[in-house]
């Protein structure tokens, strides 16, 4: 049964700071990794996908990768800035279509 | 608007009543996913489903749960017979019929129970 861990489960840090999030997952088996960005209150805005085939995504200041063989991967935000703050989550796909999801690291980037 | 629609935002029942959670998935898109979120937990999947079928129920209360997708309108999430346990968020999400694409979520029902 595939299991996926974020660590940590919580980060706060000043404005300016690069972070890095944390996302491991059991079975290697997947179709593709997505990070997700939730506000309190809010769904979920996908930010990057990555494919089982590819090592990692760009979008801005987000860089997402995925060792597939170590169940493993990595969100990097260069420069956080407070209007980073919210819970990221990452999901997995198997072969049945669904998502699995971590229970996700809330960031808070003060100023 | 392109984007995933639920509605209502916010539904309030009392315990026994029935709950009925409406989702229209993006333009072109024609699967459809329920992922409920307790209070403190992570996303769990609940109902894959594409037009008038049941791809995969596996997350899904075997009891007073139920979901559709007819040919023409939203997806509807059923709960009868609402218990406080129910009160959570329900997210929908659409993704295209291509393999691997992303899926896109709505900003969710929010179901209490009183």
């Given at each position: 049964k595939q299991e996926v861990t974020q660590i940590p489960a919580a980060l706060s840090v000043p404005e300016g700071e690069n972070l890095v999030l944390n996302c491991s997952f059991?079975?290697?088996?997947?179709?593709n990794l997505q990070w997700f960005r939730q506000d309190p209150g809010k769904g979920l805005t996908s930010l990057l996908l990555i494919q089982s085939s590819q090592r990692e995504q760009t979008s801005g200041r987000l860089n997402a990768s995925l060792d597939k063989s170590s169940g493993r991967s990595t969100l990097y935000i260069a420069a956080?800035?407070?209007?980073?703050s919210a819970t990221y989550l990452c999901a997995v796909k198997d072969n049945t279509d669904k998502l699995i999801f971590g229970t996700g690291t809330r960031l808070q980037v003060f100023p | 608007n392109a984007g995933v629609m639920q509605n209502p935002r916010h539904l309030v029942r009392r315990r026994g009543q029935e709950a009925r959670l409406r989702c229209s998935p993006m333009k072109g898109h024609s699967h459809v996913y329920w992922y409920r979120q307790l209070p403190e937990e992570g996303l769990k999947f609940m109902v894959y489903l594409q037009k008038e079928n049941?791809?995969?129920?596996?997350?899904?209360?075997?009891?007073r749960f139920s979901a559709e997708f007819p040919k023409e309108g939203p997806s509807i999430l059923r709960i009868q017979?609402?218990?406080?346990?129910?009160?959570a968020a329900y997210f929908c999400a659409s993704s295209p019929e291509q393999a691997n694409q992303p899926q896109h979520f709505g900003d969710g029902t929010r179901l209490s129970i009183l």
């Open positions: 059991t079975d290697s088996a997947i179709y956080s800035q407070p209007g980073d | 049941i791809i995969d129920e596996s997350g899904m209360p075997k009891e017979q609402v218990v406080r346990g129910d009160s």
